[in-house]
């Protein structure tokens, strides 16, 4: 049982929109900063969020960050093929003085 | 450009030691944090432990505490992730990612990831 909650799949057709949510608690997500990550079939994670909602150099505008209370939201626009893949949500909970990460979200493109 | 750079692939027996490394490259390693990420087959990341690769500052999960040890090696730049006694139930990818943000700033997130190492316990 992961710290953070995501739904365990999403799908959509290509060129659409969808949106992956993340629920903690106030000693998590809503009292710290939250970062999404990217992992495709096979290779490392990749950071695609921090900061709530900052992309890292070479991340497309496609992909979006929001937070509210104690969930966050990561949006993808124009969604493509090669947007298949696991996300995770990661942050740090106070109380447990360490990180944690949500259990994942499968994105399939239709 | 920033390099994290994981040993291979370790097959070991229950009860056997190990000790996988993380080389550093292309930043200056001792001014970072490096974490510790486990995948279990078919499953999600979980977080282990950070260390400050400039000294001795680990910070571990409660739930690897006491399982795993977490060092660095300032003078070549890699961080290590070692067993004293493996069970099968450590089989998973280890990944080691670079720290940016400070986590006791509720600010905490991994910019760069190695490539994994596969650890595969079995008698």
């Known amino acids: 049982q992961s710290v953070l909650t995501q739904p365990p799949s999403v799908s959509a057709a290509p060129g659409q929109k969808v949106t992956i949510s993340c629920s903690g608690s106030?000693?998590?997500?809503?009292?710290?900063?939250v970062s999404w990550y990217q992992q495709l079939p096979g290779t490392a994670p990749k950071l695609l969020i921090y900061e709530n909602n900052k992309r890292p150099s070479g991340i497309p505008d496609r992909f979006s960050g929001s937070k509210s209370g104690t969930s966050v939201t990561l949006g993808i626009t124009g969604l493509q093929t090669g947007d298949e893949a696991d996300y995770y949500c990661g942050t740090w909970d106070s109380s447990l003085s360490a990180g944690v990460f949500g259990g994942g979200t499968k994105l399939t493109v239709l | 450009e920033v390099q994290l750079v994981q040993s291979g692939a370790e097959v070991k027996k229950p009860g056997e030691s190990l000790k996988i490394s993380c080389k550093g490259s292309?930043?200056?390693?001792?001014?970072?944090?490096i974490g510790w990420v486990r995948q279990m087959p078919g499953k999600g990341l979980e977080w282990m432990g950070i260390?400050?690769?400039?000294?001795?500052?680990?910070r571990y999960s409660p739930s690897f505490q006491g399982q795993v040890t977490i060092s660095a090696d300032k003078s070549i730049s890699t961080a290590y992730l070692q067993w004293s006694s493996l069970k099968a139930s450590d089989t998973a990818m280890y990944y080691c990612?670079?720290?940016?943000?400070?986590?006791?700033?509720?600010?905490?997130?991994?910019?760069?990831w190695g490539q994994g190492t596969l650890v595969t316990v079995s008698s």
């Open positions: 106030s000693s998590n997500i809503e009292n710290n900063y």
């Open positions: 292309g930043y200056n390693f001792p001014n970072y944090w």
């Open positions: 260390i400050y690769a400039g000294g001795s500052d680990t």
């Open positions: 990612a670079r720290q940016a943000g400070y986590c006791g700033g509720g600010n905490c997130y991994l910019d760069y």
